[in-house]
């Protein structure tokens, strides 16, 4: 029974899908029709999950702050803990004034939104959802093709930036595509260990090697190299999405909004789509990198169908990033490219060496495993606290000589 | 050693958020409709002015001295004192009005006032839907009782209350004093008359003899 009741919902998604497209004869209608509704779906779902993730961002901030956070907004006079905030905003965001500066170059400034939504979304197309929930499952160089879409963002932002003709925006645009530059380096450093592992460049690759009979110890995170990468991938996802403690683009205290100084009404909810998407695609990558993707945590559990799992897991990312904004204070330009330059570039090269040695101690077996774990986990604390030590020396804690 | 000082930060605000759903002593915030903060007895906005007895006009404590009116630094106070058919000034406002569209919210008038007749109040919610009409308020709008002072600022009117029963029994016994020495002065004048009529008349008496 379980057997059969598993690949049902596991293909559930996919029968429907069939099921609709099968409604037209035509062959090469019914191919496009495949494709839009596999884009259809994506945007519906992660459409709405960016909606209920800024009311529950706002909500978890609050709690974080011992504040209960927004719960007012009532439809038919229910009023579900203020969950339907998102429409309400929705509404008031198409209903605002769309100002244009006069100075501004016009195309250049409606384009920008549009295409920091667009190449947010792209990375959306490679992720494996799940076990066959994949747009575009068959490109062998996912991983190639995620970076690239994700690294094109950087020009929306700096289209906002320039055509603003303001130069808050200015600041802001250059200092987001030095950050995005930099952190882009140690995020792709940290997964060329999981593509090394796995021998594939293939996302879908990746996410099978993660399996086995050991269900989540099987995850890359629960090796060595692999939690080094994790934290480290997490780090640079953080700065890669701009949010807090990495928000410098967008500091209020300096430069207003940064470069959506001069955004209003839809265009504004446009970028912050944009921003949450970017989020996501991320969280999904480091699902998919390293917590295993679909994969469900032990046997017992698959019943579960396998998009559900990453579901979950991409939940728990953007909670974690939540969590995050709500602890940490936002950084100097100087402390933000330290950071990557000297701190986590460094650790992520020590980490290709860490994982080559992993890949080639593979068949070590008993007190031979003992060691490879202990060298291994060496190889991860000793340049982490090493280099904590030269980074750090001389920096702290402060002294108030005249406070 | 490097990012144990994150790691507490996360503990801290871990912390916050489940404690903020088991204890409700965490929340700071008031939701604010439903639930009132109590102000603090000093706490001070619009200025009201303050009524004794029944009648809102008739009960003020108001002279229209226009003490305050010249005091008030963003001149928003506006008196016309009342005056009687023949013209003689009655010592009451005829027109009170306090723009509070201007109002800073400073206090000086409550401070001059010899009356203790103009008072800061706690009413905080005075959004109106006519920014010209609506924010200038009249007599009628700032009269409030006695008892509405006590009720927001019970210390200070009780205070106030005692000086002015003060104040009035002392002008009762200087009137009761002065009365007293008026009568002694009509006395004493009416006896000299009569010393010096009775004088005349001796001196006629004389002059006959």
Known sequence: MSASSESILEAFPLTIRDWLASVVPLDWLQWLILSLIGIVAILTVFGLTFAFTTVTERKLLGRFQNRLGPNRVRIFGIRVFGFFQPFADAVKALTKEDIVPAAADKVLHFLAPCAMVAFSLLGFAVLPFGKHLSLLSNIDAALLYFFAAGAASELAIFMAGWSSNNKFSLISSMRALAQLISYELPLLLVAVPAVLMAGSLSLTGIVVNQGGDLGILNWNVFTPWGFAGFIIFFIAALAECNRCPFDLPEGESEIIAGYLTEYSGFKYALFFMGEYFGMMSLSGLGVTLFLGGWQAPCAALAFIPSYLWFYAKLIVMILCFIWMRATLLRLRMDQLMRLSWKFLVPLALVNLGTVTFWKYTADWEGGMLVARWLIAIALVILPFISLGKVLSSGLGPRKYRYA | ?209
């Open chain 2, 1 to 209: 050693m490097l990012g144990t000082g994150i790691l507490k930060g996360l503990y801290i605000t871990a912390k916050n958020l489940v404690g903020s759903y088991y204890s409700s002593e965490r929340l700071t915030t008031i939701q604010y409709p439903e639930q009132r903060a109590q102000l603090p007895e000093n706490y001070r906005n619009f200025p009201f002015l303050v009524y004794d007895g029944e009648d809102a006009i008739d009960g003020l404590r108001c002279t229209a001295c226009k003490m305050c009116e010249k005091e008030c630094p963003p001149q928003c106070i506006y008196i016309i004192p009342e005056r009687d058919e023949k013209g003689k000034l009655q010592k009451k406002p005829k027109v009170f009005d306090i723009d509070i569209s201007v109002c800073m919210g400073c206090g000086i008038c409550a401070e001059v006032c010899p009356f203790e007749s103009i008072k800061m109040d706690h009413h905080f919610e005075v959004a109106q839907r006519n920014r010209f009409a609506g924010l200038l308020l009249h007599r009628e709008q700032l009269a409030k009782s006695n008892k509405y002072y006590h009720s927001i600022r019970p210390k200070e009117a009780t205070a106030v209350d005692e000086s002015l029963a003060e104040e009035k029994r002392k002008a009762e016994e200087k009137a009761k004093a002065a009365a007293a020495a008026k009568e002694a002065a009509a006395k004493a004048a009416a006896a000299k008359a009569a010393d010096a009529a009775k004088a005349k008349t001796d001196d006629l008496e004389e002059k006959k003899n």
